[in-house]
């Protein structure tokens, strides 16, 4: 499974999102829906419980229910589930994704207003040695996350097989990946950083948009891998209105923009939870003029 894990960040990973129903409860269907939209799309990695699917937002029995829904939606696609909070629970919830079947687990950035460089090892180490034959990937936000920090976790925990960057440096970015070998660096920025981190040593790049149009993001993977800057950076544009919009005010409607979509193509309701909120009718007429320009592909 580890193997498994490493060889499917060398692709697009899409983060699920999870739709919501009457009563604020997880919509079951809406989600088999989207998911299904993601490997009738060719995509083969994915992440129930990360940022696109409010994972702070979700309770441990939701977040339970979201891996077992997207596993049986798509019994073939490789899994790396979110998993985070204080470490008791972070482990407890990596524990729970290899009960139900993920062959990975992507650890979110500690929440912490204090964290040392020891510290934030230790977390990431106890987590992955609570799964020793899953494939664990660390998500970074943070800058002051060292190459001494992530050598000394790779070099101790063997299942440690990938890191998802989502500082917006790629020179930092390619700084780090330099200085420590053996994971799979992905870039954490999706497709509006993809090919600016593929130069520093990127191998894939995880995506919310691909819950929308995965055919895009995939023909991206394949122009980066193939060296065809010009076609890629052409597509980059086509594809950046949208991902500069998730990106405004520090991302406040990064997940309402992708749901927004899906409700306007009937995959799924519109409903987000808060702190975050759905767009406002200004909002919903840029997300179909949007559409209007990726209808092709859809």
Same mark, same amino acid.
Request: with cysteine; proline share 6%.
């Given at each position: 499974m580890i193997d498994e894990v490493r060889q499917a960040l060398r692709s697009v990973v899409a983060v699920t999102v999870t739709p919501f129903g009457p009563g604020g409860r997880i919509d079951e269907p809406a989600f088999a829906a989207a998911v299904g939209r993601l490997v009738r799309g060719g995509v083969t990695a994915l992440t129930p419980n990360g940022n696109t699917g409010e994972f702070y937002a979700l309770g441990d029995d939701e977040l339970a229910r979201a891996v077992a829904l997207t596993r049986e939606a798509a019994p073939d696609a490789v899994l790396v589930a979110g998993v985070g909070h204080d470490m008791g629970r972070a482990v407890r919830l990596a524990r729970d994704a290899a009960r139900l079947g993920c062959e990975g687990v992507m650890v979110h950035q500690p929440v912490h207003p204090y964290q040392s460089e020891d510290g934030w090892t230790a977390y990431h180490r106890t987590v992955a040695e609570a799964v020793p034959d899953r494939g664990v990937v660390c998500y970074v936000r943070s800058p002051a996350v060292t190459a001494a920090a992530v050598g000394e976790l790779v070099r101790t925990c063997p299942n440690v097989v990938g890191i998802k960057y989502a500082v917006p440096d790629p020179v930092g970015f390619a700084a780090l990946a330099s200085e420590v070998e053996g994971p799979v660096w992905v870039c954490g920025l999706a497709e509006a950083w993809a090919p600016f981190f593929w130069a520093g040593g990127a191998e894939g790049f995880?995506? *919310?948009? #691909? @819950? $929308?149009? !995965? &055919?895009?993001? +995939?023909?991206?993977? *394949?122009?980066?891998r193939s060296g065809d800057r #010009?076609? #890629?950076l052409e597509l980059w544009r086509r594809l950046k209105p949208i991902e500069d919009m998730r990106a405004r005010n520090g991302g406040e409607h990064n997940v309402s923009v992708i749901k927004e979509a899906l409700a306007q193509l009937g @995959?799924?309701? &519109?409903? @987000? &939870?808060? !702190? $975050?909120?759905?767009?406002?009718?200004? *909002? &919903? %007429? %840029? @997300?179909? #003029? $949007? +559409?209007r320009t990726l209808a092709a592909d859809l």
């Open positions: 995880t995506s *919310g948009l #691909a @819950v $929308i149009v !995965p &055919r895009l993001s +995939l023909e991206l993977l *394949g122009l980066l #010009a076609k #890629a @995959v799924c309701d &519109r409903a @987000v &939870r808060p !702190p $975050i909120s759905e767009l406002s009718g200004q *909002g &919903r %007429e %840029e @997300v179909a #003029a $949007i +559409l």
